[in-house]
């Protein structure tokens, strides 16, 4: 079993940056790729992959909606994951979920475990 936290979100203004973590837990953790996606209002049924990235930082996987802006990286000794996110923009305004999945892909599908989410609000 695997475990995800999520944290580090809030209400901020367009141009502001943050910075989301992801603390996960479990036995076979590291055995995971870790991934980023988000829920925007009004699209419940839709995960939107942002980012993924192996626990060793040598693979690295972004949306092309976010390449530029949003940075992806890991701390494996503390079981952490980061997601940057600089200029943001209204239309970054979702729930941000950490995810852990068997593959190195981008398919909610084939992500197993998930945290429940840290919300991102973004003002113009």
């Known amino acids: 079993q695997v475990q995800l936290v999520e944290s580090g979100g809030g209400l901020v203004q367009a141009g502001d940056s943050l910075r989301l973590s992801c603390a996960a837990s479990?036995?076979?953790?590291?055995?995971?790729?870790m991934g980023w996606f988000r829920q925007a209002p009004g699209k419940e049924r839709e995960f939107e992959f942002v980012a993924g990235i192996t626990w060793r930082g040598e693979d690295r996987l972004y949306a092309d909606a976010v390449k530029g802006r949003f940075t992806i990286s890991s701390a494996a000794a503390k079981n952490t994951v980061y997601l940057q996110i600089n200029s943001l923009k209204p239309e970054d305004t979702a729930v941000y979920y950490c995810?852990?999945?068997?593959?190195?892909?981008?398919?909610?599908?084939?992500?197993?475990?998930w945290g429940p989410g840290t919300q991102v609000t973004v003002s113009s």
């Open positions: 995810a852990a999945g068997s593959l190195f892909a981008r398919a909610p599908t084939d992500f197993g475990y």
């Open positions: 479990g036995r076979t953790v590291s055995s995971y790729y």
